[in-house]
């Protein structure tokens, strides 16, 4: 009954390599995010897709490249991985926005990225 | 631009001690307020959220008031539990805009 998934959960690498991690939601959401969260617990978003649509894309290093098959998925591609990279990514959800204000955001487990 | 100052932990506290934790907000508009929290080695998850001017928010003893005066949105509860070890984040989200924003997170460790 897994809300939002991410895969994988740890992910060690070596400086320069290419990966990706995965994110999936079962929540009928149109909305999803990516977060970067630093060795001091700071939580940032990088990205987030509306319908497929690249929405929010805040300073980030064109290194990262996410990707929206579909509502459900979103996925993140970094290229050429540098240590400063390694930290926790969430991956989070939520519907659109709610006439009352603001959103409400379901969060993936996270995906622990070391690069060594 | 949007912002969010959380007090800074890390707090140690005894079981059934009160917990305050203090948070306080820089927005544009009129925001939505919550907290989250994050147990060890896991992801976030809603704690309690609050939309509007005087609400109270309230989940598994905790209590938020968000104060438009003040700009602010405390958390409390009256006697914590080991289990609500954790770190606590306060957020907020503007209306109209689809991120969150963050403040840096108060990690709690409570003691039997």
């Known amino acids: 009954d897994t809300a939002v998934s991410q895969t994988p959960k740890y992910l060690v690498t070596q400086m320069g390599n290419d990966k990706s991690i995965k994110c999936e939601q079962n929540l009928g959401h149109d909305t999803m995010y990516w977060y970067k969260q630093d060795s001091k617990k700071f939580l940032k978003i990088m990205f987030s897709y509306n319908n497929k649509e690249l929405i929010i894309n805040e300073t980030v290093p064109n290194r990262f490249s996410p990707k929206s098959p579909d509502k459900a998925h979103l996925n993140l591609h970094i290229n050429s991985l540098e240590l400063g990279d390694s930290a926790v990514y969430f991956c989070a959800s939520s519907q659109g926005i709610r006439a009352s204000g603001g959103t409400e955001q379901f969060f993936g487990p996270g995906t622990r990225l070391t690069v060594l | 631009g949007d912002s969010v100052t959380q007090m800074e932990g890390p707090v140690t506290l005894s079981e059934e001690a009160f917990l305050t934790i203090n948070c306080t907000y820089t927005?544009?508009?009129?925001?939505?307020l919550f907290w989250y929290v994050q147990y060890p080695g896991e992801g976030l998850q809603l704690l309690l959220k609050a939309t509007k001017a005087d609400d109270k928010g309230s989940n598994k003893g905790f209590e938020a008031t968000y104060r438009k005066e003040t700009t602010s949105f405390h958390l409390e509860k009256g006697s914590v539990q080991v289990s609500d070890s954790a770190v606590y984040f306060c957020?907020?989200?503007?209306?109209?805009?689809?991120?969150?924003?963050f403040g840096a997170g108060t990690t709690v460790t409570v003691r039997a």
């Open positions: 927005a544009t508009g009129y925001p939505s």
């Open positions: 957020a907020l989200s503007d209306r109209g805009d689809y991120k969150l924003s």
